[in-house]
């Protein structure tokens, strides 16, 4: 059977959150596992009982996940894994718990930020329909129809073309979406358009950066080799690819770490200046945990003022139309009033 919804990320944050807390209190990954299949909504059941019967076979739980198609999301499987191979599960659930319930109140607040801008927007959208429908019962001297949009349409069934044209739109955005978010994932020309737009292409850059830092430092502190840290970190961040091989051979050479990522031209100078840091003192594991919250900070905020900016856009369109609307009304009413006197 496979699973393709994924779970919601604050359920999910729950789930990972008590398994953190059952692990640390001595209680076997299998039990804790099971004792949560009853906690979970029923539509989510089945993926959280593929993966109990996973485990029961002697699975990791990374690859359990992985039995249980896209319920969970990349970033948790590879950081799970990372817990995995570490040795670290619970600790490692226990972050990504806290990193998932701050993703969903970012989320939370960017949608609050747009819910207004939203509103006008269909405000807006239904003051043109109800304006063409009843431009249609306005006439001129001539007894033509009054066209007051300048745009051709009047009417019933200028409403009917006008809600048509919505629908195509509609349709359009929401498939050009679906491909966006496919080249996102696949780092194609969308993911490099954003990472070019000033303040989105900081915070998605930020939000990478946080993800590799975690999985980095959980992989630093249990001590694995260069090579296996950058590979799970890679894993958890999967808009930063980098050659592993390449980096090895860096380091062979005598190269830092910091300076065979700075070869690889994927992370900001910042990050590199703590990974050098990291390296002098020993501290890599504190310093790497100390920048993922500060790149979270980071990208919240980016999202945020992106989240404003496009609220100021749309109140920019509502306004403009309202304008455009005044004008046009304004000129028919003078328009009326040359002819009534030419006609003196």
């Known amino acids: 059977m496979r699973f393709t919804k994924q779970m919601p990320l604050r359920l999910l944050a729950d789930?990972?959150?008590?398994?953190?807390i059952g692990l640390s209190a001595g209680i076997d990954l299998r039990r804790a596992w099971a004792s949560e299949i009853s906690r979970v909504p029923a539509a989510w059941q089945p993926a959280m009982e593929r993966v109990s019967w996973s485990l029961a076979q002697g699975s990791s739980l990374s690859a359990s996940m992985q039995e249980a198609g896209t319920t969970f999301p990349p970033l948790v499987r590879a950081m799970v894994a990372v817990g995995d191979q570490t040795g670290h599960e619970a600790e490692t659930l226990g972050q990504l718990a806290a990193a998932l319930r701050h993703t969903v109140r970012t989320s939370r607040a960017l949608v609050g930020s747009l819910v207004w801008p939203a509103f006008q927007l269909a405000a807006a959208i239904a003051v043109v329909?109800?304006?063409?429908?009843?431009?249609?019962?306005?006439r001129d001297a001539k007894n033509r129809p009054v066209d007051v949009l300048g745009i051709g349409l009047s009417g019933a069934k200028?409403?009917?073309?006008?809600?048509?044209?919505?629908?195509?739109?509609?349709?359009?955005?929401?498939?050009?979406?679906?491909?966006?978010?496919?080249?996102w994932h696949n780092r194609g020309i969308v993911r490099h358009v954003v990472d070019r737009i000033p303040v989105v292409g900081a915070a998605s850059r930020a939000n990478e950066a946080a993800?590799?830092?975690?999985?980095?430092?959980?992989?630093?502190?249990?001590?694995?080799?260069?090579?296996?840290?950058?590979?799970?970190?890679?894993?958890?961040a999967p808009g930063i690819r980098l050659d592993q091989k390449r980096i090895e051979t860096h380091l062979r050479s005598g190269a830092t770490l910091a300076e065979a990522l700075r070869e690889s031209r994927q992370f900001p100078e910042r990050l590199l200046e703590v990974v050098d840091v990291g390296e002098l003192t020993g501290s890599t594991a504190e310093v790497l945990d100390r920048l993922a919250g500060e790149c979270d900070d980071e990208a919240r905020v980016g999202f945020e003022a992106a989240a404003q900016g496009a609220g100021f856009a749309v109140w920019a369109i509502v306004a403009g139309l309202i304008v455009l609307v005044i004008f046009r009304i304004f000129s028919f009413y003078v328009a009326a009033i040359q002819d009534a006197a030419s006609g003196l």
């Open 129 to 138: 329909g109800g304006m063409i429908l009843l431009a249609g019962f306005i």
């Open 15 to 20: 789930v990972l959150s008590r398994l953190s």
């Open 211 to 236: 993800a590799w830092c975690r999985a980095a430092s959980l992989a630093s502190a249990s001590g694995l080799d260069i090579g296996r840290l950058v590979s799970l970190a890679s894993a958890a």
């Open 158 to 183: 200028g409403l009917t073309i006008y809600l048509l044209c919505l629908f195509g739109i509609a349709v359009a955005a929401g498939f050009a979406f679906k491909r966006a978010l496919a080249s």
